[in-house]
């Protein structure tokens, strides 16, 4: 499967904004649904990729492999899960943390085009052998 990487920019534009809103208003439903958006761009397309494609009709001048892209929105559940503990918890420092780390890794992605899951990935790839051999099958 291939992902548009503009679509995956915007959607990472769009949860940099989320993610900012939740450290400002300490909102654990908003730090919430985007767990949930991140759940479904692990389990099937990221609704802000989905929203994307609704209007920006034109067709990619490239494509990269989508399966970093899916992990990289599984670490961003991790973390959002986490901060979403902090939050009902009582935890803050945990919260925050969690969720700037998450804003970070977004903001990197938005901004500079740099996915920082995505590294992870390849890096995970790279040094498991056996997880080289079981994706080529």
Known sequence: MRADPRALRFGAA??????????????????????????????????????????????????EDARPPRFAQGVGLVFAVAGLAGYVFGIVPLALVATAAALLAAFLNAAFGFCLGCEMYLL????????NMEVSK
């Open 124 to 131: 995970i790839r790279r040094l498991l052998p056996a997880a």
């Open 14 to 63: 769009i949860t940099t904004l989320v993610l900012t809103l939740v450290l400002v208003t300490g909102s654990s439903w908003l730090l919430a649904a985007q767990a949930v958006v991140f759940t479904l761009g692990v389990a099937w397309r990221s609704p802000y990729t989905m929203l994307f494609k609704a209007f920006v009709k034109s067709a990619p001048k490239e494509t």
